[in-house]
């Protein structure tokens, strides 16, 4: 949860506001198509409010989808680490590792993903998706 500290820093270029204005501008970036500049914003939240599942999900969908893969795999990471119940941050994680060029690391997180929410399609295509890569690898 978004603790919503108002924690103001004054170095130039910080942005306004506390954390949780932070997280809103930076969920609301991500929205309408500007990931880098929500990861930015996100990762300063992040650093304020280190333990907040919200603003971590946010910074790693940012970092995904502003092609930061790696830093998107250790923010899903952190969120896994911290509670291995997460479904959707087992899937962002394999699909991080995954575009990072590490296919046999994403099978694992996929798989726990899909074992989680067998029902969820995205879920099982990119599991599936993995599995044929390695596949192929092997057959070659």
């Known amino acids: 949860m978004v603790q919503g500290k108002n924690v103001h820093d004054e170095s130039p270029g910080s942005p ?67 509670n291995p119940t997460e479904d959707y941050a087992y899937f962002g994680l394999g699909l991080s590792l995954w575009r990072t060029g590490d296919v046999e690391g994403a099978q694992e997180p996929l798989a726990i993903a899909v074992a989680m929410r067998p029902e969820e399609r995205h879920y099982v295509s990119a599991l599936k998706n993995v599995r044929a890569t390695l596949r192929a690898r092997r057959e070659m």
């Open 16 to 82: 306004g506001g506390d954390v949780y204005d932070w997280y809103q501008r930076g969920v609301k970036l991500l929205k309408e198509g500007s990931p880098a500049a929500a990861a930015a914003l996100l990762k300063r939240a992040a650093a304020a409010e280190p333990d907040s599942r919200s603003i971590r999900e946010a910074l790693a969908r940012a970092q995904f989808n502003s092609r930061q893969y790696a830093d998107a795999a250790a923010s899903f990471r952190q969120i896994v680490d911290a």
